[in-house]
T-cell receptor
Framework: ETGVTQSPTHLIKTRGQQVTLRCSSQSGHNTVSWYQQALGQGPQFIFQYYREEENGRGNFPPRFSGLQFPNYSSELNVNALELDDSALYLC????????????FGEGSWLTVV | AQKVTQAQTEISVVEKEDVTLDCVYETRDTTYYLFWYKQPPSGELVFLIRRNSFDEQNEISGRYSWNFQKSTSSFNFTITASQVVDSAVYFCALSEAESNYQLIWGAGTKLIIKP
Protein backbone atom coordinates (compact mmCIF):
# COMPACT_ATOMS: atom_id res chain seq x y z
CA GLU A 1 0.00 0.00 0.00
CA THR A 2 1.73 3.15 -1.23
CA GLY A 3 -0.92 5.70 -0.35
CA VAL A 4 -1.08 6.88 -3.96
CA THR A 5 -4.41 6.23 -5.66
CA GLN A 6 -5.28 6.74 -9.29
CA SER A 7 -8.59 6.88 -11.13
CA PRO A 8 -10.05 5.57 -13.25
CA THR A 9 -8.26 2.23 -13.34
CA HIS A 10 -9.36 1.42 -16.87
CA LEU A 11 -10.96 3.46 -19.61
CA ILE A 12 -11.57 3.39 -23.34
CA LYS A 13 -11.63 6.54 -25.44
CA THR A 14 -12.06 7.29 -29.11
CA ARG A 15 -9.34 8.92 -31.19
CA GLY A 16 -9.64 12.70 -31.08
CA GLN A 17 -11.32 12.78 -27.66
CA GLN A 18 -9.92 14.26 -24.48
CA VAL A 19 -9.18 12.43 -21.22
CA THR A 20 -8.45 13.43 -17.62
CA LEU A 21 -6.65 11.05 -15.29
CA ARG A 22 -6.50 11.71 -11.57
CA CYS A 23 -4.04 10.98 -8.81
CA SER A 24 -4.31 11.39 -5.06
CA SER A 25 -0.98 11.52 -3.26
CA GLN A 26 0.01 11.01 0.34
CA SER A 27 -0.44 14.03 2.58
CA GLY A 28 2.67 16.19 2.52
CA HIS A 29 3.99 14.91 -0.79
CA ASN A 30 4.82 18.16 -2.56
CA THR A 31 6.07 16.60 -5.80
CA VAL A 32 4.18 14.52 -8.30
CA SER A 33 5.39 13.01 -11.56
CA TRP A 34 3.48 11.34 -14.37
CA TYR A 35 4.82 8.54 -16.54
CA GLN A 36 3.50 6.79 -19.65
CA GLN A 37 4.19 3.08 -19.99
CA ALA A 38 3.41 1.45 -23.31
CA LEU A 39 2.86 -2.30 -23.35
CA GLY A 40 6.12 -4.20 -22.93
CA GLN A 41 8.21 -1.08 -22.33
CA GLY A 42 9.61 0.87 -19.43
CA PRO A 43 7.87 4.02 -18.21
CA GLN A 44 8.59 7.33 -19.96
CA PHE A 45 8.68 10.58 -17.97
CA ILE A 46 5.91 12.99 -19.02
CA PHE A 47 6.25 15.84 -16.52
CA GLN A 48 6.66 16.73 -12.89
CA TYR A 49 4.90 19.23 -10.64
CA TYR A 50 6.35 20.78 -7.50
CA ARG A 51 4.19 22.99 -5.29
CA GLU A 52 1.60 23.31 -8.07
CA GLU A 53 4.01 24.42 -10.79
CA GLU A 54 5.44 22.37 -13.67
CA ASN A 55 9.01 21.56 -12.78
CA GLY A 56 10.30 19.44 -15.61
CA ARG A 57 8.94 17.90 -18.79
CA GLY A 58 9.87 14.94 -20.91
CA ASN A 59 9.59 14.59 -24.67
CA PHE A 60 5.80 14.85 -24.88
CA PRO A 61 3.75 17.30 -26.97
CA PRO A 62 1.75 20.19 -25.43
CA ARG A 63 -1.50 18.24 -25.74
CA PHE A 64 -0.28 16.48 -22.58
CA SER A 65 -0.89 18.86 -19.70
CA GLY A 66 -1.27 18.65 -15.96
CA LEU A 67 -2.33 20.30 -12.76
CA GLN A 68 -1.35 19.86 -9.13
CA PHE A 69 -3.70 20.99 -6.38
CA PRO A 70 -3.04 22.14 -2.78
CA ASN A 71 -4.76 19.03 -1.41
CA TYR A 72 -1.99 16.77 -2.86
CA SER A 73 -4.10 15.63 -5.79
CA SER A 74 -3.16 16.06 -9.42
CA GLU A 75 -4.47 15.57 -12.94
CA LEU A 76 -3.07 14.53 -16.28
CA ASN A 77 -5.00 15.81 -19.29
CA VAL A 78 -4.52 14.56 -22.81
CA ASN A 79 -6.22 16.30 -25.71
CA ALA A 80 -6.78 15.06 -29.27
CA LEU A 81 -6.12 11.45 -28.33
CA GLU A 82 -4.15 9.32 -30.74
CA LEU A 83 -3.99 5.54 -30.98
CA ASP A 84 -0.38 5.61 -29.71
CA ASP A 85 -1.57 7.21 -26.48
CA SER A 86 -2.86 3.79 -25.45
CA ALA A 87 -0.76 2.93 -22.39
CA LEU A 88 -0.60 2.62 -18.63
CA TYR A 89 -0.32 6.05 -17.02
CA LEU A 90 1.47 6.08 -13.69
CA CYS A 91 1.49 8.75 -11.03
CA UNK A 92 4.39 9.00 -8.58
CA UNK A 93 4.65 11.22 -5.54
CA UNK A 94 7.23 12.05 -2.89
CA UNK A 95 8.57 14.75 -0.61
CA UNK A 96 11.34 16.62 -2.38
CA UNK A 97 14.70 16.16 -0.69
CA UNK A 98 17.35 13.51 -0.57
CA UNK A 99 16.63 10.15 0.84
CA UNK A 100 12.94 10.06 0.13
CA UNK A 101 11.16 7.13 -1.45
CA UNK A 102 9.10 7.66 -4.59
CA UNK A 103 5.67 6.08 -4.32
CA PHE A 104 3.72 4.94 -7.36
CA GLY A 105 0.03 4.36 -7.83
CA GLU A 106 -1.39 1.34 -9.63
CA GLY A 107 -1.91 3.34 -12.78
CA SER A 108 -4.70 4.07 -15.22
CA TRP A 109 -4.96 1.83 -18.26
CA LEU A 110 -6.01 3.95 -21.26
CA THR A 111 -7.10 2.37 -24.53
CA VAL A 112 -7.68 4.62 -27.53
CA VAL A 113 -9.73 3.11 -30.35
CA ALA B 1 22.75 11.49 -22.42
CA GLN B 2 21.30 9.21 -19.81
CA LYS B 3 20.38 5.66 -20.65
CA VAL B 4 19.52 2.45 -18.83
CA THR B 5 19.92 -0.92 -20.51
CA GLN B 6 18.39 -4.15 -19.31
CA ALA B 7 19.58 -6.61 -21.92
CA GLN B 8 17.61 -9.57 -20.56
CA THR B 9 14.08 -9.35 -21.91
CA GLU B 10 12.83 -12.47 -20.15
CA ILE B 11 14.32 -14.96 -17.71
CA SER B 12 12.73 -18.24 -16.71
CA VAL B 13 14.02 -20.34 -13.82
CA VAL B 14 12.75 -23.09 -11.59
CA GLU B 15 11.80 -22.22 -8.04
CA LYS B 16 14.70 -22.15 -5.54
CA GLU B 17 17.26 -21.29 -8.19
CA ASP B 18 19.28 -18.09 -7.85
CA VAL B 19 18.80 -15.50 -10.58
CA THR B 20 20.61 -12.26 -11.48
CA LEU B 21 19.04 -9.39 -13.38
CA ASP B 22 21.49 -7.13 -15.17
CA CYS B 23 21.37 -3.35 -15.40
CA VAL B 24 23.87 -1.11 -17.20
CA TYR B 25 23.55 2.66 -17.15
CA GLU B 26 25.02 5.69 -18.85
CA THR B 27 25.30 9.17 -17.37
CA ARG B 28 27.68 12.11 -17.47
CA ASP B 29 26.80 13.22 -13.97
CA THR B 30 28.97 12.31 -11.01
CA THR B 31 25.99 12.44 -8.67
CA TYR B 32 23.06 10.21 -9.51
CA TYR B 33 20.68 7.66 -8.08
CA LEU B 34 19.89 4.14 -9.20
CA PHE B 35 16.67 2.30 -8.46
CA TRP B 36 15.08 -1.10 -8.81
CA TYR B 37 11.32 -1.52 -8.97
CA LYS B 38 9.13 -4.61 -9.22
CA GLN B 39 5.95 -4.49 -11.32
CA PRO B 40 3.44 -7.30 -10.81
CA PRO B 41 0.62 -7.79 -13.35
CA SER B 42 -1.56 -5.31 -11.45
CA GLY B 43 0.69 -2.53 -12.73
CA GLU B 44 1.80 -0.87 -9.51
CA LEU B 45 5.53 -0.22 -9.28
CA VAL B 46 6.91 -1.54 -6.00
CA PHE B 47 10.06 0.17 -4.73
CA LEU B 48 12.92 -2.21 -3.95
CA ILE B 49 16.05 -0.10 -3.52
CA ARG B 50 17.65 3.30 -4.14
CA ARG B 51 21.41 3.66 -4.30
CA ASN B 52 23.33 6.92 -4.67
CA SER B 53 26.46 7.15 -6.77
CA PHE B 54 28.75 7.70 -3.80
CA ASP B 55 27.75 4.51 -2.05
CA GLU B 56 29.25 1.47 -3.74
CA GLN B 57 28.59 -0.91 -0.91
CA ASN B 58 26.63 -3.94 -1.90
CA GLU B 59 23.33 -4.38 -0.14
CA ILE B 60 21.45 -7.43 1.02
CA SER B 61 17.81 -7.50 2.06
CA GLY B 62 16.59 -10.98 2.82
CA ARG B 63 16.76 -12.98 -0.41
CA TYR B 64 17.54 -9.86 -2.44
CA SER B 65 21.00 -8.44 -3.03
CA TRP B 66 22.41 -5.69 -5.22
CA ASN B 67 25.89 -5.33 -6.73
CA PHE B 68 26.78 -1.74 -7.68
CA GLN B 69 29.99 -1.32 -9.70
CA LYS B 70 30.78 2.17 -10.95
CA SER B 71 33.79 0.88 -12.92
CA THR B 72 31.46 -1.05 -15.22
CA SER B 73 28.40 1.23 -14.78
CA SER B 74 26.35 -1.71 -13.59
CA PHE B 75 23.79 -2.20 -10.85
CA ASN B 76 22.81 -5.86 -10.87
CA PHE B 77 20.07 -7.48 -8.81
CA THR B 78 20.20 -11.04 -7.49
CA ILE B 79 17.37 -13.06 -6.03
CA THR B 80 18.53 -16.03 -3.99
CA ALA B 81 16.35 -19.13 -3.65
CA SER B 82 13.69 -17.70 -5.96
CA GLN B 83 10.00 -18.18 -5.24
CA VAL B 84 6.94 -18.18 -7.49
CA VAL B 85 5.85 -14.89 -5.88
CA ASP B 86 8.97 -13.27 -7.31
CA SER B 87 7.48 -13.56 -10.80
CA ALA B 88 7.07 -10.03 -12.16
CA VAL B 89 8.69 -7.48 -14.42
CA TYR B 90 11.68 -5.79 -12.82
CA PHE B 91 12.84 -2.33 -13.82
CA CYS B 92 16.11 -0.56 -13.24
CA ALA B 93 16.00 3.25 -13.31
CA LEU B 94 18.42 6.19 -13.15
CA SER B 95 17.94 9.71 -11.83
CA GLU B 96 20.56 12.41 -12.11
CA ALA B 97 20.87 14.59 -9.03
CA GLU B 98 19.82 17.77 -10.79
CA SER B 99 16.67 16.27 -12.21
CA ASN B 100 14.80 15.93 -8.94
CA TYR B 101 14.04 12.26 -9.40
CA GLN B 102 12.92 12.39 -13.01
CA LEU B 103 13.55 8.72 -13.67
CA ILE B 104 15.04 7.21 -16.82
CA TRP B 105 13.95 3.58 -17.06
CA GLY B 106 15.25 0.43 -18.63
CA ALA B 107 12.93 -1.70 -20.73
CA GLY B 108 12.46 -4.18 -17.90
CA THR B 109 13.18 -7.87 -17.41
CA LYS B 110 10.26 -10.28 -17.15
CA LEU B 111 11.09 -12.88 -14.54
CA ILE B 112 9.18 -16.15 -14.56
CA ILE B 113 9.63 -18.50 -11.63
CA LYS B 114 8.28 -21.99 -12.35
CA PRO B 115 7.13 -24.20 -9.47
Amino acid sequence: ETGVTQSPTHLIKTRGQQVTLRCSSQSGHNTVSWYQQALGQGPQFIFQYYREEENGRGNFPPRFSGLQFPNYSSELNVNALELDDSALYLCASYIRGSGNTIYFGEGSWLTVV
Amino acid sequence: AQKVTQAQTEISVVEKEDVTLDCVYETRDTTYYLFWYKQPPSGELVFLIRRNSFDEQNEISGRYSWNFQKSTSSFNFTITASQVVDSAVYFCALSEAESNYQLIWGAGTKLIIKP
